[in-house]
């Protein structure tokens, strides 16, 4: 069973600071990751997507990627409370099929 | 219209009743997805359409059955449902690609409540 697992949080972090959202997966053999935003009751937004071991920056988003510890994670700098949502986790295992993360909630206080 | 649209956003459907939901992706992509998402639970991958040929049904019930007329239109058909097949249904669609790099782009969404 292909599986990624998630802290569903709430994870409560002051405005300014650095949130960090982790994710493992279960299958050695995925070759594609990626980081969904979901605000309620929308659909999911890509943020990032990595694809080798190391660091991938965007903006304020860092995407972390270490496959040997079958570990992904994102950092957000400079926290916003627009940054508030669901944070999803998906891990592309072979093909185009997609298995999420149940999603970790990050609130962001003001 | 940009992107991947969906409609309708909203309905409400007894058990008896048939209706249908639609996706139309603007970004030229070759593989469409149904995905169903119920509270505090993941995404769940329920078809995969590739070229518009079914390459995944998730052990999905009957009474959901999807088309896919052209690479850019995808429906779901809503037959005979249960109260707990009320979810929000998302449409994605990406371009496949050997090296496992596709990515995938959502649409709104439609809420489901089944009566």
């Known amino acids: 069973q292909k599986e990624v697992e998630q802290n569903s949080g709430p994870l409560s972090v002051p405005e300014g600071a650095i949130a960090s959202l982790n994710c493992t997966y279960s299958d050695r053999g995925s070759q594609s990751f990626f980081w969904y935003r979901q605000y309620s009751g929308k659909s999911p937004e890509l943020i990032m997507s990595?694809?080798?071991?190391g660091d991938k920056e965007d903006g304020r988003f860092t995407a972390q990627l270490n496959k040997a510890s079958q570990y992904v994670s994102l950092l957000i700098r400079d926290s916003q409370p627009s940054d508030s949502a669901t944070y999803l986790c998906a891990v592309n295992a072979y093909g185009n099929k997609l298995v999420f993360g149940a999603g970790t909630i990050l609130r962001v206080k003001s | 219209e940009t992107g991947v649209t969906q409609t309708p956003r909203h309905l409400v459907m007894g058990m008896t009743n048939k209706k249908s939901l639609k996706c139309e992706q603007h970004?030229?992509?070759?593989?469409m997805y149904w995905y169903k998402q119920s509270a505090k639970k993941p995404l769940e991958l329920m078809f995969v359409?590739?070229?518009?040929?079914?390459?995944e049904n998730n052990s999905v019930p009957s009474r959901f059955s999807p088309e896919c007329p052209n690479s850019s239109h995808l429906f779901l058909h809503l037959h005979t449902l249960q109260p707990e097949d009320s979810a929000l249904y998302l449409c994605?669609?990406?371009?496949?690609?050997?090296?496992?790099?596709?990515?995938?782009?959502f649409g709104p969404g439609t809420r489901l409540t089944v009566l």
């Open positions: 990595i694809y080798s071991n």
């Open positions: 359409y590739n070229f518009k040929e079914q390459t």
């Open positions: 994605a669609s990406s371009q496949e690609r050997s090296d496992g790099t596709d990515t995938q782009y």
């Open positions: 970004l030229g992509h070759n593989a």
